[in-house]
């Protein structure tokens, strides 16, 4: 199995609150991305990050932010959570550039409810 | 626009049989497409990759077609057991160098 962690893996927090959920990997892959994940729309890409520093944006980027200062951890951060953020958020490694299969390894998720 | 569609929510078939999922893309040119099992409260887990020249791959029971004239992909399992039963995802790259997104999946129920 890909080395992938996500923390929390459960969280639940109230409307208007800061959070931040953590990615770790330790297979050195130049790429990481975030999702989230809603019943009746199937995963949907937030932001991902193709090497340190450097980010871009994915179907649903409104309301998150990210960072990557290191090539093992990309954190997603609700500013300011609201309800429509409750969601299944996974994190993955691996796909496109170069040689590269493409394939995705993915996290186990992390549960994230807004009251 | 651009769509990526998994035809079925719900598949179910009797053990044995052979199940096929689809997955159409309207407005993409994609250089391959990907096949993931997702079980339930997990992480999508990684099958098959088919690249645009390439017509079919197999996997053990599993496989996988790619008609980038239809514009479709087919998936196969033959042989069908209820361990098969999760839901399927697929996923393209709609341009060099950008991220993968998915068709909504398609849940299979295998009963014995």
């Known amino acids: 199995d890909a080395g992938i962690t996500q923390s929390p893996r459960h969280k639940v927090t109230e409307t208007g609150t800061p959070v931040t959920l953590r990615c770790h990997q330790t297979e050195n892959h130049r790429y990481m991305y975030w999702y989230r994940q809603d019943p009746g729309h199937g995963l949907r890409l937030i932001h991902y990050?193709?090497?340190?520093?450097?980010?871009d944006k994915g179907e649903v980027s409104d309301g998150y932010s990210v960072s990557r200062s290191k090539t093992e951890d990309f954190l997603l951060t609700l500013e300011s959570a609201t309800s429509s953020q409750t969601s299944v958020y996974f994190c993955?490694?691996?796909?496109?550039?170069?040689?590269?299969?493409?394939?995705?390894?993915f996290g186990e998720g992390s549960r994230l409810t807004v009251l | 626009s651009q769509k990526i569609e998994q035809n079925s929510e719900a598949l179910n078939i009797q053990e044995g049989k052979t199940a096929t999922l689809t997955c159409n893309y309207t407005?993409?040119?994609?250089?391959?497409l990907q096949w993931y099992r997702q079980d339930p409260g997990r992480g999508p887990v990684f099958l098959l990759l088919i690249r645009e020249n390439e017509k079919e791959k197999r996997k053990e029971r599993l496989k996988v077609t790619f008609d980038t004239t239809l514009k479709q992909s087919l998936f196969h399992i033959t042989a069908s057991q209820p361990a098969d039963s999760a839901t399927y995802l697929c996923a393209l790259d709609p341009q060099a160098g950008t991220a993968l997104i998915f068709g909504k999946g398609t849940t299979l129920s295998v009963s014995s």
């Open positions: 993955a490694i691996g796909g496109s550039g170069g040689a590269n299969t493409g394939e995705l390894f």
């Open positions: 990050s193709y090497g340190v520093k450097d980010t």
């Open positions: 407005n993409y040119s994609p250089a391959y």
